[in-house]
């Protein structure tokens, strides 16, 4: 600590992420990050960039990349807000869009990075559990509030609710903003972008994407939102009174390359699926309780092994997966949806530790 910290310094808790371990012979599956890389096409486009013009400043609108993904979704170039990593856009959300005279709403279990941004922009929050299936009930959300914003499906339970119960929901919450994060939304889950397309669509719905997970780009470090003009246009005052050149020349390119190849995203997130089914299907058959996901990873606890231990003996086995020591969860693990290869070393090493 020092004395020249600023007051709001000395509150924070920093979000912890997670962990990136040097160890040889690693089977990583605690950050969700994707097993089969980027599209060809991306890492072709960025390549193919002129290291030259590194010396100038990329495009601050990011105009490509903005129209790349407007065209995809079948929306306005207008709707589309972009940002270095969806952590970034979520925090130009919080700054720009959550902070009024109300509580935020968001759930008990949930991505843990959203208290810490309220922490740091002085938003008041408050949370609203979780079924005792770990569900999202939208009803729960209509008390007067400043926000609401969630996963779906949500993190790190991995469970999703149909985009019918978010229209719901928005109807319910016309007087405040509706963020929808869908970080994992390509694994199984119904996205609400298209409650943005044609002429008619909510004001006040907000859905953000990152290229860190299906596109298999998270160290290319890309996001983006799509919603009504007039909250892209606060969340554009707010960058530009940050950083208006959020996103360099190559990740630009790989990105626009990225959007542009569909195929490969779908090819690779049906990978991911069958594998998830498979191992959910040979937990089950260890004696795991594990949640239904449509997430590049499941959350699972044994009734006779506590979670912690269970992590510390995949550890030493060289298996790094997440375990979260908060209340109601600190029986489960996260395990991200890796290679069929690596599904088959987890399987193994807790054979091995269960018996």
């Known amino acids: 600590m020092s004395r020249f910290w600023s007051p709001v310094v000395q509150t924070l808790t920093p979000y912890i992420p997670g962990e990136q371990p040097q160890m040889q012979r690693l089977v990583k599956l605690n950050t969700n990050e994707s097993p089969y890389g980027p599209s060809p096409k991306a890492l072709a486009a960025i390549e193919s960039q002129n290291t030259a013009d590194l010396r100038l400043y990329p495009d601050p609108e990011g105009t490509a990349l903005k129209q790349a993904i407007a065209k995809l979704h079948k929306l306005d170039p207008k709707q589309v807000f972009l940002g270095n990593g969806s952590d970034e856009v979520l925090a130009h959300i919080f700054a720009g869009l959550l902070k009024h005279s109300k509580p935020i709403l968001f759930p008990d279990i949930t991505y843990s990075f959203y208290p810490v941004y309220c922490k740091l922009f002085g938003i008041d929050y408050q949370t609203i559990p979780l079924s005792e299936k770990f569900e999202i009930t939208t009803s729960d959300y209509q008390t007067p509030n400043g926000g609401v914003i969630f996963p779906n499906p949500n993190a790190p339970t991995g469970r999703s609710i149909p985009r019918s119960e978010i229209e719901d929901l928005l109807k319910r919450n016309k007087d405040s903003v509706v963020v929808i994060d869908e970080a994992y939304v390509d694994y199984g889950t119904q996205s609400c972008i298209p409650l943005l397309q044609g002429n008619n669509y909510p004001e006040n719905l907000l859905v953000v994407h990152t290229l860190s997970k299906s596109r298999a780009l998270a160290g290319l470090r890309v996001g983006f939102a799509v919603g009504h003009p007039d909250l892209i246009e606060g969340l554009e005052r707010v960058k530009n009174s940050f950083n208006s050149y959020p996103l360099g020349r190559l990740a630009q390119a790989g990105a626009i390359a990225a959007i542009e190849d569909q195929a490969h995203l779908e090819a690779t997130s049906a990978k991911v699926i069958q594998t998830r089914i498979k191992l959910i299907e040979q937990l089950d058959a260890l004696g795991f309780d594990t949640l239904p ?50 599904s088959g070393d987890l399987v193994t090493a807790l054979k091995e530790i269960l018996n």
């Open 293 to 342: 996901s449509t997430a590049n990873f499941i959350f699972t606890r044994h009734p006779q092994h506590a979670g912690a231990k269970l992590y510390q003996a995949l550890r030493d086995r060289g298996i790094i997966v997440r375990h979260f020591k908060s209340p109601r969860i600190e029986e489960f693990l996260r395990i991200t949806i890796g290679t069929d290869e690596q």
